[in-house]
């Protein structure tokens, strides 16, 4: 199975820090956010991983330039001389992924989630995305989907937040093939939640999404 991550983002709300350093380049108990992505991948034996980049693009391929040797890695860079969002950036990727499901990971994010589980055949039963979804955070109050019995959807009550983890069908990009055309994932994902197509479940663990420079001090915080 191959990864995407999505490291193309420029971090506007953790400025001043990202004037000079990409988003998944800050450092985190030592190492880049990105690297941890790498290292739990590869972990898991998922050594075949594409990466978006954009905003100081160039300092995040030349980090990881020797990432086989350093890291177990092979990485495939899918760079876009203006960042196309978390939909864009997959679709033109797609060449880069073939046609099986992969793993997504945000590049903002952190969890202690075990790689390993999205492994299982999560994606059975005509499934065409599974998201890992968290409780909803104090920035997130209101959520984003609800969850009922193993389904992701759209009800009243959204108890869940997306974790920026998942496993999503390249066959979902279908209607979406622009090279070039800035859109959201969830411009995608909508149409298969209301099908009742994607899959989901809650975590519990450990997870941050790196999205502030309060939030990236808590990462910090916990993890050194």
């Keep these: 199975m191959k ?3 999505l490291a193309a983002g420029r971090g ?8 000079s350093i990409p988003k998944p380049m800050l450092q985190v108990a030592g190492k880049p956010l990105l ?17 978006n980049t954009s905003w100081l693009a160039e300092q995040i391929e030349e980090y990881f330039s ?4 350093r890291l177990g890695v092979t990485i495939s860079w899918s760079r876009e001389v203006m960042a196309l969002e978390t939909g864009g950036g997959i679709a033109r990727a797609l060449p880069l992924l073939g046609d099986e499901p992969f793993i997504l990971l945000n590049g903002d994010v952190w969890s202690d989630y075990p790689l390993t589980d999205l492994l299982d055949n999560k994606l059975s039963d005509g499934l065409d995305a599974w998201l890992l979804l968290v409780g909803n955070p104090t920035h997130n109050p209101h959520g ?14 959204h108890a869940a937040t997306f974790s920026g983890i998942s496993l999503i069908r390249p066959a979902l990009f279908t209607n979406h093939l622009e090279r070039d055309c800035a859109f959201p994932l969830r411009d995608i ?4 939640i209301v099908a009742g197509r994607v899959g989901g479940e809650i975590y519990t663990g450990s997870w941050c999404d790196v999205g502030t420079l309060e939030r990236y001090e808590q990462l910090k915080a916990l993890l050194e």
């Design 144 to 157: 984003d989907f609800a969850l009922q019995a193993g389904r992701v959807n759209y009800a009243e009550d």
């Design 189 to 192: 994902l909508r149409p298969a």
């Design 35 to 51: 690297e941890h992505h790498l290292l739990r991948l590869a972990a898991a034996g998922v050594t075949d991983i594409v990466i």
């Design 66 to 69: 020797d990432c086989e040797k």
């Design 3 to 5: 990864a995407m991550i």
């Design 12 to 19: 506007e709300r953790l400025r001043p820090l990202t004037d």
